[in-house]
């Protein structure tokens, strides 16, 4: 893990990142690889310096799709943890405030895994290694046989109180769900964006909360589409400008009304198609759809204003990770077999 | 505080003594100094980037090399007070 003192160092991390996201593929690319087989996809990620290392080093022990999935990952995996390696002084708590997600990702999975009983090569399959964990404590997590034991290995990191917190509630209902809400809470609170002040920041800090937002959003708009009785402040999230806890609880039973406030937001002149077409098609994935884009063209313009802050950054990690969901997309649906334009209306793309 | 001030200035100013505080030849060199300490400071940041971009892609070393060097202009400037004086 690197070095947590010292002053910032944007200067170094931004010229090393835009060097790799002008690497990444383009709108061009998505349209020739939705047009390949799961072979010629990976061979032609094989001439990306992105994913050349990766699919070299696993060709001799996959091919196809569970290639290109495996190389996705790595890819990822290594390019985050590069970036966390380069940050120093406060940008690193900037960068890392976002990669967290992985560790919460990965911290849900093992949990996952020990109460499915599931064996440790296909749990440490699912794992993404882009976080702040190493790759030390992720062999312990996944060496783990208990909940338990989990909870007592993680009880020094971020997750250790909240899940500290939620184990008398695991242990007397026996379900995953308290351990695992109260890792995503812990997740969203360490994003909460109080301590971002200054100028340069609130940008990054408009961004975050719009990710607040939108998750809000989709998961009242999920909740309210179930039709099932769960009051949605008990999945409320702090820290967004748009909701509120107890505003939340009435407009779930009101999508119509919950629609008029987003439309009515700043986020209303990006997303006004999408809410038109939720109105008609009453489609939830469409609109997942299009909050993602918006949130794409958030990164796409973050960094252009304040080019030596932690924004250039968390747009690049923004814009490699829908590149990856969207490779990952085009090799699942040429696997199940759907037509090139089928696929290409599954992908976010600006 | 304010009855020395009268004092101070007078020795600032130098009152009765024709030599000026700073000697000519001494503040060429403090601005030849000083050009040199905001050189230094701006290729800080631009020295930290080359760096970085040269390790993403080594063809762009003479390029970072030309971009660190530029604000050494600024103390070949500040030398032309060196003859001035």
């Known amino acids: ?350 | 505080m304010l009855e020395i001030a009268p004092e101070l200035a007078n020795v600032v100013l130098q009152e009765g003594s024709n030599a000026p505080a700073i000697p000519s030849a001494s503040a060429a060199a403090l601005a030849v100094g000083l050009a040199a300490f905001g050189a230094g400071y701006a290729e800080r940041g631009i020295g930290s980037a080359a760096v970085g971009a040269v390790a993403e892609d080594e063809d762009l070393f003479v390029t970072g090399l030309i971009f660190t060097v530029l604000p050494e202009t600024l103390v070949i400037l500040a030398l032309v007070t060196i003859f001035l004086v």
């Open chain 1, 1 to 350: 893990m690197s070095s947590h003192g010292g002053t910032s160092n944007p200067e170094y991390v931004n010229a090393r990142v835009r060097s790799r996201r002008a690497a990444l593929f383009e709108e061009d690319d998505y349209r020739k690889l939705a047009r390949m087989s799961p072979a010629e996809i990976a061979r032609f990620m094989e001439e990306s310096p992105a994913y050349e290392e990766q699919i070299n080093a696993l060709g001799s022990r996959f091919s196809g799709v569970d290639l290109i999935e495996y190389a996705l990952n790595a890819s990822l995996a290594e390019d985050f943890e590069d970036i966390l390696s380069w940050c120093e002084g406060a940008l690193y708590g900037h960068v890392a405030r976002y990669l967290r997600k992985f560790d919460a990702w990965n911290v849900k999975t093992v949990l996952r895994g020990v109460y499915a009983d599931t064996d440790r090569e296909a749990v440490s399959d699912d794992l993404i290694r882009a976080g702040e964990f190493d790759d030390r404590l992720l062999e312990r997590l996944l060496d783990a046989d208990s909940i338990e034991e989990i909870v007592e290995l993680l009880s020094g990191t971020v997750f250790g109180r909240a899940l500290g917190d939620a184990l008398d509630d695991y242990e007397s209902t026996g379900v995953l769900v308290p351990l695992e809400n109260a890792v995503d809470r812990a997740y969203y609170k360490l994003l909460r964006t109080d301590d971002l002040t200054g100028e340069a920041l609130s940008e990054y800090r408009e961004f975050l909360e719009a990710e607040i937002d939108f998750r809000n959003a989709i998961n009242t708009l999920r909740l309210a589409r179930s039709g099932a009785d769960i009051d949605p402040s008990e999945y409320f999230i702090e820290g967004g400008v748009l909701f509120s806890a107890a505003g939340l609880r009435q407009l779930a039973s009101n999508t119509d009304e919950l629609i008029q406030r987003i439309r009515e937001s700043r986020y209303g002149e990006e997303l006004s198609e999408a809410l038109t077409e939720l109105e008609a098609a009453e489609s939830l994935i469409g609109f997942e759809r299009a909050l993602e884009v918006a949130l794409l063209e958030y990164a796409d313009s973050l960094g252009l204003v304040h080019p030596l802050s932690v924004t250039p950054v968390v747009s690049y990690v923004l814009t490699k990770e829908r590149e990856v969901d969207n490779i990952r997309a085009i090799a699942r649906g040429k696997e199940a077999g759907l037509g090139p334009e089928e696929i290409e209306s599954e992908l976010v793309v600006l």
